[in-house]
T-cell receptor, first 114, second 114 residues
Framework: AQSVTQPDIHITVSEGASLELRCNYS??????LFWYVQSPGQGLQLLLK??????LVQGIKGFEAEFKRSQSSFNLRKPSVHWSDAAEYFC????????????FGAGTRLAVHP | DAGVIQSPRHEVTEMGQEVTLRCKPI?????LFWYRQTMMRGLELLIYFNNNVPIDDSGMPEDRFSAKMPNASFSTLKIQPSEPRDSAVYFC????????????FGSGTRLTVV
């Protein structure tokens, strides 16, 4: 069955430290891949997406993600975290020749220590 | 563009009452999605429309839930009668054909059924 897994429910990092949030999917072909961020009381904002081509994609707010087909992963990274990055991050995957049905991971809540 | 607009932002209602949530998608977007977010179940797709036609409502939890899209600029999600377990944040999202920018989410409606 198609699924999306975010193994880390909570992550805490210090401001200025690097960050990597993990996302794995289960699917027989290359899916469409997204990362969204949700601040408290807000909707979801698209950070970046991967459809095809270069497997390292750049997004907004200094984030990047790398698609690794061999590992069925699409991990989100940021070299230096800012206090304003504290939020919940969702990996989302679209399957089956399109993404009319995005499936979201359970989310990773990021806390940033000063 | 004003983005996806949802109303109301907050709704508190008594069990058994009818609740109607509203959504205005981005002009020109021809797909509209309703999601529900809870702590226990995360983000769940309830239903989505293409060109105002419901395509997949397999995520609608019960017959108490119904959704309509009478025109390209308006959709409603109705719960009748409401129950405490319907308490959640309900998100509307839209995207255009091809959807290279992913989904755009509204700010959500926080529903509390007491």
């Amino acid at each position: 069955a198609q699924s999306v897994t975010q193994p880390d429910i909570h992550i805490t990092v210090s401001e200025g430290a690097s960050l990597e949030l993990r996302c794995n999917y289960s699917y027989g072909a290359t899916p469409y891949l997204f990362w969204y961020v949700q601040s408290p009381g807000q909707g979801l904002q698209l950070l970046l997406k991967y459809f095809s081509g270069d497997t390292l994609v750049q997004g907004i707010k200094g984030f990047e993600a790398e698609f690794k087909r061999s590992q069925s992963s699409f991990n989100l990274r940021k070299p230096s975290v800012h206090w304003s990055d504290a939020a919940e991050y969702f990996c989302a995957v679209g399957f089956s020749g399109g993404y009319n049905k995005l499936i979201f991971g359970a989310g990773t809540r990021l806390a940033v220590h000063p | 563009d004003a983005g996806v607009i949802q109303s109301p932002r907050h709704e508190v209602t008594e069990m058994g009452q009818e609740v109607t949530l509203r959504c205005k998608p981005i002009s020109g977007h021809d797909y509209l999605f309703w999601y529900r977010q809870t702590m226990m179940r995360g983000l769940e797709l309830l239903i989505y429309f293409n060109n105002n036609v419901p395509i997949d409502d397999s995520g609608m939890p019960e017959d108490r839930f119904s959704a309509k899209m009478p025109n390209a600029s308006f959709s409603t999600l109705k719960i009748q009668p409401s129950e405490p377990r319907d308490s959640a944040v309900y998100f509307c999202a839209s995207r255009g054909l091809g959807g290279v920018d992913g989904y755009t989410f509204g700010s959500g409606t926080r529903l509390t059924v007491v």
